[in-house]
């Protein structure tokens, strides 16, 4: 059973910074490869992919929106982190982590963060970033 949890949510001013993490646990891909990813949706707003993270070699992927300002990384303990700071109010959203086999290398996660290419979701985690 797939389990991800994401916690390090909350409000903070125009600026600010966080710290997301996302706890994931009761999978294995061995001997394949993954992607973990960061997605995020606003109220009446589609999903929309943050950043991507490799983890045969630690390469990354950022929507454009936020590159320069968000950091994507994981931990040994398969623990994923986005740190995310100069928050704008147009970062307000609800922030999901995700997880997927890499069918066929780093390509599966450079590409972007495409829904449909995670099977597994966590619930979310909220972040409000007023002006």
């Known amino acids: 059973q797939v389990h991800l949890g994401e916690s390090g949510g909350g409000s903070v001013q125009a600026g600010g910074s966080l710290t997301l993490s996302c706890a994931a646990s009761g999978y294995s891909y061995s001997p394949y490869s993954y992607c973990m990813a960061w997605f995020r949706q606003a109220p009446g707003k589609e999903r929309e992919g943050v950043a991507t993270?490799?983890?045969?070699?630690?390469?990354k992927y950022y929507a454009n929106s936020v590159k320069g300002r968000f950091t994507i990384s994981q931990d040994n303990a398969n623990t994923l982190y986005l740190r995310m700071n100069r928050l704008k109010s147009e970062d307000s959203a609800m922030y999901y982590c995700?997880?997927?086999?890499?069918?066929?290398?780093?390509?599966?996660?450079?590409?972007?963060?495409?829904?449909?290419?995670?099977?597994?979701w966590g619930q979310g985690t909220q972040v409000t970033v007023s002006p």
């Open positions: 993270i490799y983890n045969e070699d630690g390469s």
């Open positions: 995700a997880v997927n086999r890499a069918y066929g290398g780093s390509a599966y996660c450079s590409r972007g963060a495409v829904e449909s290419d995670y099977s597994f």
